[in-house]
């Protein structure tokens, strides 16, 4: 069975849910819900008062990892715009690029893909599955907050790379949002427990209202102003198919801003460097053969 076959399969049966779960809310509450599945571009006017371009799409050069076998290639691609929604009537869960209607009957997902290939998989611990029309999502209880919130959750938040090229990022753009120092930062309360990048949010936050929220509720703000990264990693792709280097895009400004502010905080006291003796160095068959060849002649 091929892609196109394995996702048209999915969206029969997320159909069929749909039908299912809606039954089954008259009798008790349904744990799993089907919603359409959209990117966020696309979002109705109804769930946000304002959206703007805080810095325009860019084309970049990627340079990939060098090899003993290979020289170091690059590779041009187009970085996102970047954009600024004011969202309103959403709920949003702090490990998760998406929003979910008050009505809990559409998502709204930060697309990154630009092409029309269907092996790219959003897919995170409360976003089960999803086709290309329908998603299904676990079904939490709402909290409301009657204050603005700034969103600064996203996929693989416990994941120190994605957590400082893709969420930090947003950071720099906090200057577009008015009084954005008064607002509530949102973020996931996995980051509080990992001291490193707790570290690290506060090198860019020291004056900020952070609020660590966790993943068994969803979360409804006044105001849900949301920044779309500067820097993206596509979450994952179908089995069998082969992952690619533009499948990653980096915004060379975005990274010196992310380098420049952690070397402004950094507190060199703490830093300790311990000397060691000896380093092994694990060496495989192939690269043996090739440091023969290189400095044995």
């Keep these: 069975m091929d892609n196109r076959e394995q996702i048209e399969n999915l969206e029969k049966q997320l159909i069929s849910l ?19 599945f959209i990117p966020l571009n696309l979002i109705n006017s109804s769930n946000f008062t304002q959206r703007y ?3 325009e799409s860019e084309d970049v050069e990627l340079f990939l990892p060098k090899t003993f076998s290979k020289p170091q290639i690059s590779v041009k691609t187009n970085v996102n715009a970047v954009e600024i929604f004011v969202l309103k009537d959403v709920l949003c869960i702090p490990n998760s690029t998406y929003f979910l209607d008050i009505k809990k009957e559409k ?9 029309n290939r269907i092996i790219y998989v959003y897919n995170t611990t409360n976003l089960i599955q999803h086709s290309i029309t329908l998603a299904k999502v676990k079904n939490h209880k709402k909290i409301t ?13 416990f994941n ?8 930090l990022s947003k950071i720099e753009f906090f200057k577009y949002i008015p009084n954005a120092k008064d607002k509530i930062i949102v973020v996931d309360k996995k980051i509080e427990e990992i001291e490193n990048l707790k570290e690290l ?3 860019f936050l020291k004056d900020y209202k952070v609020l660590f929220l966790g993943h068994e509720n969803y979360y409804q703000f006044d105001k849900l102003w949301h920044i779309t990264s500067p820097n993206y ?34 507190n060199y006291e703490k830093i300790n460097i311990k000397s060691v003796e000896k380093v092994f160095i694990p060496v495989n068959q192939n690269l043996e053969n090739i440091m023969k060849k290189k400095y044995l002649k």
């Design 233 to 266: 990693t596509i979450p994952n792709i179908m089995p069998g198919e082969k992952y690619e280097s533009g499948f990653t895009r980096l915004s060379k400004d975005s990274l010196e801003y992310l380098r420049k502010k952690c070397f402004e905080n950094l």
């Design 53 to 55: 371009i805080v810095k």
């Design 107 to 115: 998502i709204f997902y930060e697309k990154w893909h630009t092409d």
């Design 201 to 203: 949010l506060l090198f």
């Design 145 to 157: 907050f009657s204050n603005e919130g700034i969103f600064l959750g996203g996929t693989f938040t």
């Design 160 to 167: 120190y790379y994605h957590f400082f090229t893709e969420i």
């Design 18 to 36: 749909r039908k299912k779960y809606y039954v089954k809310s008259f009798f008790r509450k349904a744990k799993r819900l089907v919603t359409d």
